[in-house]
Structures are given as C-alpha cells and as structure tokens.
C-alpha cells in the first residue's frame, strides 16, 4: 500500500510534509494520490532551497518558475497550476505560502462584471445559482458593447437590446430566453441605477411568447421502486443515491435543495428537516420515519470529511455535491434499471400527483412543495382525471 509517509523531503517544505499528507488524506484523496503530491512537494522544496527561497517566497510567479524549470528538464507530470492546485490550497490553508491575491480586472466588460457581482450579492441579495445566471447572461451581452477592448454604453439603445435578445432567441428554447430576458432586464436597470446610462432600458426588453405549461408527468410506483432498487446499497455511494432518491421521491424536493442540505439541518429529536429553497428561503418538513432511517444507513458509510454537507462527492476531495451532480443521480439510476432517462424534476412531479391521488388538498400539496404562487399546484389538478370525471359536464346532445 502506497504510504506517503515514507516519501523523503528536504527543505523548506520539510515542516509541513507530514501535516499536507495528512490533510489531503482528511480530504479523501486516496493514499497513492497524496504520495504522488509529496513527491512533487519534495521536489517543490530542493528546488526552492536551490534559489535560495524561503517557504514566504512562493508566490504565484515563483510557482511558474518551478513549473517551467520541470518542463525544460523534460518532465511531462505536473507541470502545470491546475495539476498542483490541491497541493497549493492546502499549503495556503496552512499558512505555509502566501494567500493568493485577486488580481484586478483585466478588461473593462470584467471590472464591469465584479462590479454587477458585488451589486447582486450584497444589494439585491441573490442567492449564488442565481447570480452566476445573471451574470452569466451580462458576460455573453457586454462584449455587443466593446470596440477595441472598450464598452461603447453610447451605442446601448433599445435596437441593441432587441437585437441581442433576437440573435440569442435562435440559440435557445422558450424556457431558457425567460431566464435570458429577465437577467438582461436586471443588467441595464444596473447600468441606470450606477449612472452608467442615462435612461432605464428595461422595457425594450422584449417579451417571450407565453407557451402553456405542459400537464406534470409523474411515475409509477413501479418504476420508483426500480430506481430505488437499481442503486448497490452495499457501497458507500450506492447508499448515498438510495438517500437521495428517497428525499427527491418521498419529499418532492428540488435538485438545489437537496445539494444545499447539511448535517445541521436534519433535527433528529423533532423528525424534521430543513429545506432552504428558492430565494434563501428556509422551510421545516417533517421527517418521516423511513426517510430518517435511509439517511441514518448512508450517514453511517459517510466519508469521513469535515465538509458539513449531507451528500458528498464520492472521489476526493470530499466536498459537497453540487445541483448539477445531484440530477445526474436520477439519470444514472434510470440507465442502470434500463428505464428511459428520468429528471429529478420529474420525481417531484411524482410525489405532487402521489399525493393527490391519496385524496391530499391543493392547498396541503402547495404546503409540502413549497409553492410560492397558487397556480404552480393549481396545474397539477388537471392530472388528476378521476376528479375532473365527477365535475365535467355533458356535452350538449352527448347520451349517457
């Protein structure tokens, strides 16, 4: 078994050979991996005792130095930032090299952006996924302003607007120009309310078509039982998907919210759960008992990790899951039980109609899925056929 440990170091970096090994092992990373980055720690440290440095000497600058003396001795392995970038966060986190410092923006659409960041976060209070939409949208627009590295807000007018939403309109669906034209009208509010441009470009905006929603498509018990069914309950990551099957099945809940969950928020005591949805918003829904037990079998296989998420990546580094890696969860379980691709939206969908059937209220479905508007539940009475049987009137004519 690889024992990194064992590798020799000398230097500067010596002190704090052992402490790195220890940290990276903390992490996750397997034992072969953080030899392998002692390894390079080790040669990190001789060469720096050859220049002359000092451990407080390894900036970003000295780094590239290292870097490019392992490439012109023909080293094709580490030689980049990015490779060595968890060896460098953990020197930094032990105060051993220098904090990084945020290098000023190197153009006029990024100081423009670090500018709309800041104003988004600390003013409007935007929960993160949705400042990077929205400032995912001002990146893609700034540049229709730029003329030799320079924004041009002289030639921001109306026409520009709607021709930039026109030009995008044939890249994506409905659904996502919502999302686009709501992001740029919150930018040239932005641009008015910083003095940037004389007048609120807002309304010239255009408007996305309205499409009626399609009717909610759940699944039956049957398929559930598959997904569930499909994951290796015998490994720690088999036991991690059967958990969060289980809350997107049983609870309803969104993607987002089960990556944002943390240890903190499960109150074994009470049998509750807190759920922080959309807009920071934060909820308590009980715990049912069978969904506590699933959480308590996979918490008991749970990486050791001092991340305090619920769910976990399961290479290492341990850190928590992200939304995106959450879907992908449904996804994996559906292919590996030969099903056609199944959503984590849709198993929501699932436990609203589940509900409904077992004969639960509109206004007890809006409470559990945590809709802000009536007419987010309103539509799933329509699935429900049965009831919409007993009030249907004749058709004129029609003999029944």
Known sequence: MADPFKVRVSGPLLACAH??????????????TVRDYLYVLARLSRWLDDEGLATGQLTAEVVQRFL??????????????????????????????????????ASAVEAVLVAYRRYLMVERRLAAASVITRVGVARRFLPWLAVDDELRFDQLTPAAVSGFVLDQSRLYRPASMKVLTVALRCLVRFLFLTGVIDRDLSAAVPAVAHRAARLPQGVDDATLAALLNSCERSTAVGLRDHAILTLLIRLGLRAGEVAALRLDDVDWRTGEVVIRGKGNRLDRLPLPHDVGAVLVEYLRHRPRSTCRALFLRACGPHGPMTARSVTMVPRTASARAGLTVIGAHRLRHSAATGMLRSGAPLPEIAQALRHHAEASTARYAAVDRAALDTVARAWPGDRR
Not at 19 to 32: D, E, H, I, K, T
Not at 68 to 73: E, H, M, T, V
């Open 19 to 32: 402490g790195v090994a220890r940290q990276m092992l903390w992490a996750g990373y397997s034992p072969r």
């Open 68 to 105: 490019l003396a392992r490439r012109n001795a023909g080293n094709r392995r580490w030689c980049t930032v990015r490779s060595m970038q968890p060896m460098l966060a953990v020197l930094r986190d032990m105060r051993v090299i220098p904090v990084v410092e945020q290098p000023s923006p």
